[in-house]
């Protein structure tokens, strides 16, 4: 029996310069705020996991190095266990020396493509085992570090537009997306912790992937047209 | 009723490829998926799954480091793999040969294998051994599986199951040298644990260890007194930083044996402890509590 109640307030899990309505997003100062210069040097060398697929030895031990951290915090926040965290990050990484060929980079980052896999993988394993939430919900009470809009070096473009995405939805949508994909609930499990109807959860994470969806996609069709 | 634009699946199919991409499908679930998808709703699911993980990119800015060691073993499991992929891929070549010729062919390889290991006379480092066991368990299983299927095309030989050799692990170390071991990391917390008022307390001298990368920690007393297990044992409290204060994670409950002066109890957190402020010990009853009333808190210590 958990002692723990979910009870933080919405704002005190949302930094201020998210939680601020007034962001809205513009395609066009968006796109221009990209360098295309960059984006076409990355466009045109070999990223990692294509190096890897080619055989690359080196690009094995960089891609542990650049993307360890990654995997281990996404393994961490969706396993019960440090040791199951610990046996997901091994077969995720399997997973990635399976998957490097086929890996487009007309459709996303080296960072993106591996986190999807890393949490297919998770998702695949919290299916398999019971239906006990990964973590407790007071894990909730942490303040999620959000990527800065601003940071454009340290985080990817993908991480860009989703935090410009969820800039733009409601702190309780927010919510919702926050305790789904960075902490594993169910919707089930979400609109039990947070006393909602089970029909506005699924309307909020319908919502809010929607609305990230939409902005990348946008997004990657601005920089298409310039580059 | 408005139709549907034709890039767009319908709502039924968007509410199961929104579940797909936050946390799975139920196998009915993935059967009516099966039965509804389409190359629109394939597409839309990428495109779901990828806006997932750009999300959980953008929550996981401040992702720890791996462990050295952790990465280590990743790094060697990946030589395994790659080792046995390209013994997977000899195979392959080996395919194009026809009917009885396969096997021969895959027994030549093997013995290519053998006979290249043998003119190398350098000492093999562990790595090697692991990619060359892999590469000969491969083969093996290559040739297990065309001799039982012979009349099978090409791909069931393809369709070796990727074989990884085992990630060594090193033996089990004792609780004591484990401790010792954590103590000579540099990036673990040590915390000096203090006595209390409470009469339990008395000529107590205690400390703790623990690693926040492994989540794996020691706590050590020196004339902590003997209970009896049936009426009461010691339970381990962390306050984590990143919890309510009211409510710290147990750490597991433990004995101390009569005639013991030193003892060292390996730290059971229930939860992954995100940012460990502060340690204590409590006399509970039998099994420990979920809540302590906190009567007899025999040791105590906080982080730096």
Redesign the interface.
Known sequence: VSIYHYHAPILAIFPAEIARPSHTFDPVESTLALDPNKLTRQLMSPSLLQRIASGDSAAVRECIDQYGGLVWSIARRLSRTPSDAEDATQEIFLDIWRSASRFDASQGSDKVFIAMIARRRLIDRLRKTSAEPPMDPVEALEAVAWADPGTASETSIEAEQATRALAELRPEQRQVLELGLLHGLSQSEIATRLSMPLGTVKSFMRRGLIKVRELMNVEAEGVGARL | MTEQPQNQPDEAL??LL??Q????L?AAEQRTLDALDSAVASAYA?????????????????????PAE??Q???Q???A??AG?AAAGNAIAAGSASGADRKIVDLEAARAAASAARVQPRPLSRTSVIGWFAAAACLVLAVLGWMRTPQAPIESVVQVP?V?AP?EKPLPLTPAEERAALLAKSDSLKITLGATKDPGSTGMSGDVVWDPA???GYIHFTGLLANNPAVHQYQIWIFDG???KR?PVDGGVFDVPANTTEVVIPIRAA??V?KPAAFAVTVEKPGGV??SGREHVVALGAAG
Request: glycine share 6%; net charge neutral; no cysteine.
């Open positions: 968007v509410d929104i579940k991409a936050t946390e799975g139920s990428r495109d779901l799954e990828r806006a997932a993980a750009a999300i959980a990119l953008a929550g996981s800015t401040d992702a720890p480091k791996l952790f990465a073993r990743l790094a499991q990946a030589d793999h790659f992929a990727p990884v990630i492994t989540q794996r990143g919890r309510d409510y939860l992954m995100l979920v809540v």
